[in-house]
């Protein structure tokens, strides 16, 4: 049996090399992703590692919201490092300076261009620096900086050039002293990190005296862990100690949590990737079961029982999925580090050293390349036992359907599920399995009820023979092949159906996300035209990252310039304290903060409960929330609510106001004074300033005078009008969307393998046909032309559906989901013409080989052949 | 009394044709010299292997000898590269085969007329309606060929072969897959096309019955022509068969 197996592969290469790619590119991309992510935090945890290894205990300000949720304020003063210092135990400890900064030339480009940060540090006294001069030396004097070796190898910088530095002080030029390494790592990931003296580094950090963590040596003979204890025991509570080997492990545990969401990004096409090569394998399966018949039936007639024809078929399944899935693997080893490649080119700059295949990723590739291969063909192999052996003697024997469960049986098969459905929602206190269940049955009920319909009756399937003859209309002209082709494309349904289907997959996504992505910009513009009502926006040039708080003040002293208010970003742990027993909300939330004053006289506000007066006299014990955080949590004016800051603070304000903020808008669950966000909140930068101009000056000559004083002294920043905020917001939407597609592009490749198999297969099907059309004098040209004309057409059958299935799921989702929140739906009509023009276009090219193959068909042989 | 009535519109010299090589070689003809005079129903018979079926695929353009030539309707095919063979077959060659072979997604009517529809030229409406009326399937014509009987099939595919009115009709064993009647009808069609429309047509059978509707009988044994006659009644064929044997 396994003999015959073998040798049918051997007979069926081009069909076992399609079948196997359809399975292997969906396992490259998931051993690729597995492998780029854990490439990237080996990365990350070597250099932490080794960066840490010359410090027995690090000291830094509690994470009071979880990790990376640190206050921009810092409690460490040099108090603290001497106290520290005073602790037996201590031979040294200093205290270290490090913050995000933009990196410029003196001609005012950016040093990186992705979106990872630039980091600035101060130097540390020798036995805790963790930067070594790989050329020239680290930064002595004030106006000297070193730069990290990558860094300086990427941008082509040299010793003696000069850089300017923007932190949260108005920029300073430095002249490049010295190369580093860090840790001994030529790169700390994508990130640029330039080191300064301490001094310099505490100025563009705005970090006055204070520090942001405390290197702590211990003398000889004292355990990292014994002067851990020591240092806790006389610091505040606010403050976090652990050893150098925890806060390593810390770092990096950090960092792979972040890296998560790449890594899911990712495996999410992997997965739609595998999807649609489930839906080619389950195809090729179904239509070699049923051009084998003869052969199944003979070996039925020569004594095979079901279940070895049935494991025949599951083994070969079995077979394909171990090539598919082990070729995947190797593809993914070498698509990491394009994909790599792939996020650098879209800004995302990610450490490449070396290639991690870690033995959980080959485990993983495997088990699914081969479970998703064998399970796709678990149904073809059942329909083959069914095949009767009288199939070996006559031609046209269909296999019998599967006989229809009794009544009986089906309500007992309904109770059961319910039961088991009901009790799973009894344990896990969630109701959304039960529409689940029922959309199952109902499912399965439509599809029973259609068999009982057509019992007896040739198996039809209505939809897609009317659609491939409409959408064959537009080759039917073409003569007598367009019609053959037309025709051909829907001779067998159900194959159309599953081939095109796996098209529909990837090119039904583009179509959704294209409509989301359409509506959020249309959103985004109706948001910025209906609430903001100044003239200017000045925010960082980098989406993600602050502005300095300076700005506002610098910009307010610009001449004609009216008004400038700044808003500013934070979040905390929200409780409800107003009502008694169990705390009803708990939850981490972002926070807006804003100038009372001036907010609303650049922002309008809809409001539910409150007026603009009710944001001047918010003062810091009052906050306005929006209407949506009001619904869910059952809020009402004057509720008290406990804030926790990530200065690790509890603050108490009372409801003041509740507007209706819309999806795409300024203001989060709550809003809060400035001044209460940087006394209590830690908030030392802003997220956006807005401006607006003086009665009668001319703008185009206040923004110049702005963009003078942001490029002397805050060159991060920029100012744009609402047109260009909009634009520029457009333009970063469709900068992800092409990332999208990108990544998309594999599932719609896959898909292509599956129509050229589906084709090929199905020329073999009809190679009499072919021969005689060729006897009576058609041409290798036109037979070409028949099957590429066929392919156009499934291949439009995809396009169609997908984009059917892709705009109505967009239009659905967003008039559900987001209904009443201002989203704006818009659909991209351009883009979705591009769609079709795409999926004729992968029909057309995956034609090629199959009408070169049918073209070339023997005329004679064609003729004699079954 | 081969070549005397009428021009010869099919001719092969000295045509021989092996298949292998090396000493698997077989010699499927070995030097066939034959005329075929236009108006004229020939059958050629012989037993299996006896190369009648190669014969007829040189003769159609549909195989290419080891030498020798065929010349049809003043071509001589052997000079013809491929896309010219597919244009001759098009354009002066009809076909009918055994197993029929009409296209399943076309009707009746579009099966008929699909050689007019592969060349692109305009149907003679007047002819279609003499052949459709002389074949039968009249009231069938909107049918597809899973809706017809064998011998309706067959008699579409006659129509076919006679609807771009060729200078030769090929039929390779056009009763083979037929009932007694509806062979019969099928034969006295062909024999009708050959009276009544002058058409030239020539047969490969091993049905004696068959062989006596044709003019003319040939018949072949290990590649070479060994009778060369009137065909006569069935006993007449089957005896000549097996005398030949």
């Known amino acids: 049996m396994g003999k015959l197996i073998l040798r049918g592969f051997a007979e069926r290469k081009v069909r076992a090399l399609l079948t196997g790619i359809a399975i292997a590119l969906g396992v490259a991309l998931m051993a690729g992703t597995y492998i780029l992510t854990d490439t990237i935090n080996n990365a990350f945890a070597e250099v932490f590692a080794t960066s840490y290894e010359n410090k027995a205990v690090v000291v830094t300000p509690k994470e009071a919201l979880g990790p990376r949720s640190a206050s921009e304020a810092s409690s460490i003063t040099q108090a603290t490092v001497a106290r520290v210092r005073s602790v037996p135990g201590v031979a040294a400890a200093a205290g270290s300076v490090g913050s995000q900064a933009t990196l410029l030339r003196s001609n005012h480009t950016r040093i990186s261009s992705g979106a990872a940060p630039s980091l600035v540090a ?465 939850e981490k939330s972002a926070i807006t903060a804003i100038e009372p004053q001036s907010f609303t006289k650049m922002y309008t506000i809809e409001w539910e409960h409150g007026s603009a007066a009710t944001l001047a006299s918010l003062r810091s014990t009052g906050t306005v929330i929006t209407k949506k955080f009001a619904t869910l949590h059952h809020l009402k004016m004057d509720e008290r609510l406990s804030v926790l800051t990530p200065s690790g603070k509890h603050v108490t304000l009372t409801v003041r106001g509740i507007v209706k903020e819309e999806v795409i808008g300024l203001m989060s669950n709550l809003t809060i004074t400035s001044a209460l966000a940087r006394s209590d909140f830690g908030q030392r930068e802003d997220g956006v300033d807005f401006v607006s101009y003086a009665p009668g000056a001319s703008g185009s000559r206040v923004q110049s005078g702005i963009d003078a004083l942001l490029k002397r002294s805050f060159p991060q920043a920029h100012s744009q009008t609402a047109a260009q905020y909009t634009k520029e917001q457009s333009s970063k939407v469709n900068t992800f969307l092409l990332l999208i597609y990108v990544l998309l592009a594999l599932s719609v490749l896959v898909s292509l393998f599956g129509i050229v198999n589906t084709l090929i297969l199905s020329i073999y099907e009809r190679t009499r046909e072919l021969g005689m059309m060729r006897a009576i004098g058609a041409s290798r040209k036109q037979v070409r032309q028949m099957i590429r004309y066929e392919s156009l057409i499934t291949g439009l059958i995809g396009g169609v559906l997908g984009l059917v299935i892709g705009v109505v799921g967009a239009v659905l989702v967003t008039t559900f989901a987001l209904s009443g929140s201002g989203y704006v739906l818009s659909i991209p009509v351009g883009t979705l013409i591009a769609l079709l023009v795409a999926a004729a276009l992968a029909g057309l090219l995956a034609a090629q080989l199959p009408a070169r193959r049918a073209a070339k068909l023997d005329v004679l042989g064609a003729l004699a052949s079954e | 009394m081969s070549g005397d009535q009428g021009a010869p519109i099919v001719s092969a010299v000295d045509l021989r044709r092996t298949f292998g090589e090396g000493e698997a070689a077989v010699e499927a003809l070995a030097g066939v010299t034959v005329d075929f005079p236009e108006g004229r129903f020939a059958a050629i018979m012989g037993p299996s292997g006896s190369g009648k079926s190669t014969l007829m695929h040189l003769l159609a353009g549909l195989d290419r000898p080891t030498s020798g030539t065929v010349t049809l309707a003043g071509k001589t095919l052997t000079d013809l590269d491929d896309r010219a063979l597919t244009q001759l077959r098009r354009d002066r060659v009809g076909f009918i085969f055994q197993s029929f072979n009409l296209l399943p997604v076309l009707d009746a009517r579009e099966n008929i007329l699909l050689p007019l529809s592969i060349a692109g030229r305009a149907v003679d409406r007047e002819w279609l309606d003499q052949l459709v009326s002389t074949v039968g399937i009249g009231d069938r014509l909107d049918h597809r060929p899973a809706e017809l009987s064998g011998g309706q099939q067959q008699r579409v595919a006659v129509a076919r072969a006679l609807i771009s009115r060729p200078a030769v009709v090929f039929a390779d064993e056009p009763s083979g897959n037929l009932d007694s009647k509806s062979s019969g009808e099928v034969l006295a069609l062909l024999r009708q096309a050959v009276d009544d429309f002058g058409q030239t047509v020539v047969m490969v059978t091993h049905d004696a019955h068959a062989a006596s509707f044709a003019d003319r009988l040939l018949l072949l044994a290990d590649g070479r022509i060994v009778h060369d006659g009137p065909a006569g009644t069935a006993d007449e064929v089957l005896d000549l068969a097996k005398a030949i044997g």
Request: net charge positive; aromatic share 6%.
């Open chain 1, 122 to 586: 101060g130097r540390q006294p020798s036995r805790f620096e963790s930067f070594t001069a790989a050329k020239g030396h680290l930064p002595s004097a004030e106006d000297e900086l070193a730069i990290d070796q990558a860094t300086a190898e990427r941008a082509h910088l040299k010793i003696g050039q000069r850089l300017i530095v923007a932190g949260r002080s108005p920029a300073r030029t430095y002249i490049i002293s010295g190369i580093a390494k860090f840790a001994g790592s030529e790169s700390f990931g994508g990130t640029s990190i330039a080191l300064l003296t301490p001094a310099q580094a505490q100025y563009v950090a705005a970090s006055h005296g204070t520090f942001n963590s405390i290197n702590v040596a211990a003398s000889p003979g004292v355990a990292p862990g014994e002067l851990a204890s020591r240092v806790r025991a006389a610091l505040p509570k606010t403050l976090t100690v652990r050893t150098g080997a925890q806060e390593a492990a810390n770092q990096t545990a950090n960092l792979e949590e972040e890296l998560g969401f790449l890594r899911t990004f990712l495996l999410v096409f992997a997965y739609v990737a595998l999807v649609v090569g489930a839906f080619i394998i389950f195809n090729t399966f179904s239509i070699t079961v049923t051009q084998r018949m003869r052969e199944f039936g003979l070996l039925r007639t020569l004594g095979c029982s079901r279940a070895q024809i049935m494991r025949s078929v599951v083994l070969e399944g079995l077979l394909l999925g171990i090539g598919g899935a082990v070729a995947g693997l190797f593809i993914g080893i070498a698509l990491a580090p394009a994909l790599d490649q792939l996020f650098k080119a879209f800004g995302a700059d990610l450490p490449d050293s070396g290639t991690v295949l870690q033995s959980r990723t080959v485990i993983v590739s495997l088990l699914v390349g081969i479970g998703v291969t064998v399970l796709s063909g678990l149904f073809p192999a059942v329909r083959a036992t069914r095949v009767p052996p009288i199939a070996a003697m006559r031609e046209g024997v269909s296999i019998p359907p599967r006989p229809l469960p009794s009544r009986r049986k089906l309500i007992a098969r309904f109770l059961v599920s319910l039961v088991i459905v009901l009790a799973i929602s009894a344990a896990t206190h969630s109701k959304a399995i039960v529409p689940i269940l029922l959309i199952a049955w109902g499912i399965r009920g439509a599809v029973l009820y259609s068999r009982v319909k057509r019992a007896g009756q040739h198996r039809r399937y209505r939809v897609i023979p009317a659609l491939g003859r409409t959408i064959g209309l537009i080759v039917s002209w073409r003569g007598i092949m367009g019609r053959l082709a037309r025709e051909n494309s829907v001779r067998q349904p159900g194959r159309t159906l599953v081939t095109a289907l796996a098209l529909t997959i990837g090119l039904g996504l583009v179509a959704f996300i294209s409509v989301l992505a359409a509506g959020t910009q249309a959103t985004v513009e109706a948001a910025v035209k209906r609430s903001f009502a100044g003239n200017l926006i000045v925010m960082n040039t980098q989406a993600g990252q602050g502005i300095p708080s300076a700005v506002a003040p610098a910009v307010r002293g610009v001449s004609g310039v009216g008004s400038v208010t700044a808003v500013s970003f934070t979040q905390g742990r929200v409780r409800d304290i107003s009502k008694t027993g169990a705390p009803v909300i708990d």
